[in-house]
T-cell receptor
Framework: DAKTTQPPSMDCAEGRAANLPCNHS???????VYWYRQIHSQGPQYIIH???NNETNEMASLIITEDRKSSTLILPHATLRDTAVYYC?????????????FGQGTELSVKP | GAVVSQHPSWVICKSGTSVKIECRSL??????MFWYRQFPKQSLMLMAT?????????EQGVEKDKFLINHASLTLSTLTVTSAHPEDSSFYIC?????????FGPGTRLTVL
């Protein structure tokens, strides 16, 4: 599975959009981009995933560049409860041996 | 939907004893479950992949005789830490695959005295 690079930390003002970048320049055509977050002392929470197209759900939006070498997770109106470590992970489908391998992630602090 | 539970949420045991952690998928069936371990201020480390009805697949460097995994049903996987020592103290987290996304349990904090 391809490696991802994320900034170690970011700050965001409450109520503003939080844009979390992720670089995955060695991604293969059959690898998906997954985003999870982990609030302190809890299990990771699934946020969103995509292959090529941009995706949106009730939690966030995922923007994937056309060359698929990077992506951005957008939390449209960050709240204090969004303070967490956000993980960007790329992997192939499970039936191709894909595993969810966590990197160091981005520690997002939402401030009042 | 896609809720995963773990029991216990925390456990304290004496060195040399064994501890069993349960992972359950509450509203779906999971043919595949995963076990992770997380030390303080570190990321999650995949320990093993558990498939229902077959032997678990362990990641390199994880002792299969120390971390016994059983996935006896489509909703339950167990991790037994045998002869636990203080260095096994950690946050153990399971996840279940449904259908192509993994959902995580709340974790179990193990402290070995």
């Amino acid at each position: 599975d391809a490696k991802t690079t994320q900034p170690p930390s970011m700050d965001c003002a409450e109520g503003r959009a939080a844009n979390l970048p992720c670089n995955h320049s060695t991604i293969s055509g059959n690898e998906y981009v997954y985003w999870y977050r982990q609030i302190h002392s809890q299990g990771p929470q699934y946020i969103i995933h995509g292959l090529k197209n941009n995706e949106t759900n009730e939690m966030a939006s995922l923007i994937i560049t056309e060359d698929r070498k990077s992506s951005t997770l957008i939390l449209p109106h960050a709240t204090l409860r969004d303070t967490a470590v956000y993980y960007c992970i790329v992997r192939v489908a499970y039936n191709q041996g894909g595993k969810l391998i966590f990197g160091q992630g981005t520690e997002l602090s939402v401030k009042p | 939907g896609a809720v995963v539970s773990q029991h216990p949420s925390w456990v304290i045991c004496k060195s040399g004893t064994s501890v069993k952690i349960e992972c359950r998928s509450l509203d779906f069936q999971a043919t595949t479950m995963f076990w992770y371990r997380q030390f303080p201020k570190q990321s999650l480390m995949l320990m093993a992949t558990s498939n229902e009805g077959s032997k678990a697949t362990y990641e390199q460097g994880v002792e299969k005789d120390k971390f016994l995994i059983n996935h006896a049903s489509l909703t339950l996987s167990t991790l037994t830490v045998t002869s636990a020592h203080p260095e096994d103290s950690s946050f153990y987290i399971c996840s279940a695959r449904f259908p192509d996304t993994q959902y995580f349990g709340p974790g179990t904090r193990l402290t070995v005295l």
